[in-house]
């Protein structure tokens, strides 16, 4: 019964690159959650997907950041032209239903450093 | 700005003996309150929650505390087990809307054997 999986687990990439950082959710679960955590920063929502829809990306920088849910496979966050402030942890979650905080699981994040 | 603060990075407690974990927020708005665990490599695990409407809520050997006046909220863990050691984050969100969710930065428990 595995959890949530993220992968990478660690990522690096040059300023300019691009990142792409995967989730995929428990099994069952159709909602996905993805968080950034800044250094010396609490988790920070950025976007929360269903399956092939964008429900809410109030928490996405406007730019050089996309994330996706496609019908097959995993969530990914991409992420272009990384800076080094995009340095950080990224947490997905997910629940089989939109839910408050409490029911969402987390996997155990992927990160991201920029040189 | 930081809304919701956890004001000590780090608490060391003698195994069965309590361990009290603060939280301070300052945005009134916020109406649901929650804690989770976060061991190394893996992601924030939920532990427990209290809505604006109580000001204690227990489940087991924890205890989440609510001071509405004071903005302040503590976890209270006792008795104390060496298995507890890990970082410890309140989440704050108005409505328990996820799109408005706040988490301090974390405190990291070491319970002493």
């Known amino acids: 019964n595995a959890g949530v999986m993220q992968n990478p687990r660690h990522l690096v990439r040059r300023r300019g690159q691009e990142a792409r950082l995967r989730c995929s959710p428990m099994?069952?679960?159709?909602?996905v959650y993805w968080y950034r955590q800044l250094p010396e920063e609490g988790l920070k929502f950025m976007v929360y997907l269903q399956k092939e829809n964008i429900i809410d990306e109030s928490g996405m920088p406007k730019e050089r950041f996309s994330a996706e849910f496609p019908k097959e496979g995993p969530s990914i966050l991409r992420i272009q032209q990384v800076v080094r402030g995009d340095s950080a942890a990224y947490f997905c979650a997910s629940s089989p239903r939109w839910t408050g905080l409490g029911e969402q699981f987390f996997g155990p994040g992927t990160r991201l450093t920029v040189l | 700005d930081q809304q919701v603060k956890q004001n000590s990075p780090s608490l060391s407690v003698q195994e069965g003996r309590i361990s009290i974990l603060n939280c301070d927020y300052t945005?009134?708005?916020?109406?649901?309150f929650l804690w989770y665990k976060k061991y190394p490599a893996e992601g924030p695990t939920f532990l427990i929650s209290i809505s604006s409407i109580k000001d204690k809520n227990e489940d087991g050997r924890f205890t989440v505390f609510l001071n509405k006046s004071a903005k302040h909220l503590s976890l209270h863990i006792v008795p104390s087990q060496p298995g507890d050691s890990a970082v410890y984050f309140c989440?704050?969100?108005?409505?328990?809307?996820?799109?408005?969710?706040?988490f301090g930065t974390g405190t990291k428990l070491q319970v002493i054997p």
């Open positions: 945005n009134s708005m916020f109406d649901y």
């Open positions: 099994k069952g679960h159709s909602h």
């Open positions: 989440a704050a969100s108005a409505d328990g809307g996820y799109q408005k969710v706040t």
